[in-house]
């Protein structure tokens, strides 16, 4: 290795050390708002606790990701026989134009979930500039993971980016509805935070299966396990927590 390049492996390194310990909290906090009474102080407590981690290991996944978009061989070096991530132009799109995009993703999500329970009493807060410049940011990232993954010929970056392009669509809908229903702030935030959980794990599996078990890194199957197990929680939050909150609150006072 050359000099620059020891250089450009030991701060990913120390990029590596602080997003994990951001991050590997991050995954077990997840879980605990989730288990908890929904509203109560240990939802609320444990929940922005989660948003904090997630912000701060999304925010170093970015500065990682970038690096190994600019610098994929010098940030990567333990790849260089790999069976499958020798190449560079693979290494830079896996890790790094799809990290960049995983981790807008779990910024925009972070945010736009926080932000529906901060801006539940005046719905136009919401509409704000980092709100809607987050979804500027992950429209464009999205369309970049796609167009990278098609160069690249990863069917898998151009499947996960729909993500990112559904969050966009879902996120302005409410965003831009004049008036939203009483409780739609519900469940935006919970979709938001469960998406924040989706993406966190897929991050995870991305960066955990090629150094624990390489023939699993680009399986379809693996990659969608954090997308079903998701979308399961917020149909059953959907239906366990909004929808009765929603026909009490539209019932007809006695």
């Given amino acids: 290795m050359s000099p620059s390049s020891e250089i450009l492996h030991g701060l990913f390194l120390v990029l590596i050390g602080l997003h994990i310990a951001a991050g590997a909290p991050g995954l077990v906090f997840f879980w605990i708002p989730v288990a908890a009474q929904k509203g109560g102080p240990r939802h609320r407590f444990w929940g922005r606790l989660f948003a904090v981690?997630?912000?701060?290991?999304?925010?170093?996944?970015?500065c990682m990701s970038s690096l190994s978009?600019?610098?994929?061989?010098?940030?990567?070096?333990?790849l260089a026989t790999h069976p499958t991530f020798s190449d560079p132009a693979l290494i830079r799109g896996v890790f790094g134009w799809m990290m960049v995009?995983?981790?807008?993703?779990?910024?925009?999500?972070?945010?736009?979930?926080?932000?529906?329970?901060?801006?539940?009493?005046?719905?136009?807060?919401?509409?704000?500039?980092?709100?809607?410049?987050?979804?500027?940011?992950?429209?464009?990232?999205?369309?970049?993971?796609?167009?990278?993954?098609?160069?690249?010929?990863?069917?898998?970056?151009?499947?996960?980016?729909?993500?990112g392009f559904a969050t966009v669509a879902t996120n302005l809908w409410f965003m831009l509805n004049p008036k939203p229903g009483p409780l739609d702030w519900l469940l935006e935030h919970i979709k938001g935070i469960i998406g924040v959980g989706i993406s966190v794990y897929t991050a995870f599996f991305a960066f955990g299966a090629v150094r624990i078990a390489p023939w699993l890194a680009l399986n379809p199957l693996l990659w969608s396990l954090p997308l079903i197990v998701g979308l399961g929680l917020i149909l059953y939050y959907r239906h366990k927590v909004y929808a009765p909150l929603r026909r009490a609150k539209s019932a007809p006072a006695e």
């Fill in 53 to 62: 981690a997630m912000l701060f290991a999304a925010t170093i996944a970015l």
């Fill in 101 to 163: 995009y995983l981790a807008i993703l779990t910024i925009n999500l972070t945010w736009y979930g926080w932000s529906c329970i901060r801006n539940r009493a005046d719905h136009a807060q919401n509409r704000n500039w980092a709100n809607s410049g987050l979804q500027a940011a992950l429209l464009l990232a999205s369309a970049n993971c796609a167009y990278q993954g098609w160069i690249i010929a990863q069917p898998m970056m151009m499947g996960i980016s729909m993500v």
């Fill in 69 to 78: 978009v600019a610098y994929p061989e010098e940030t990567h070096p333990h």
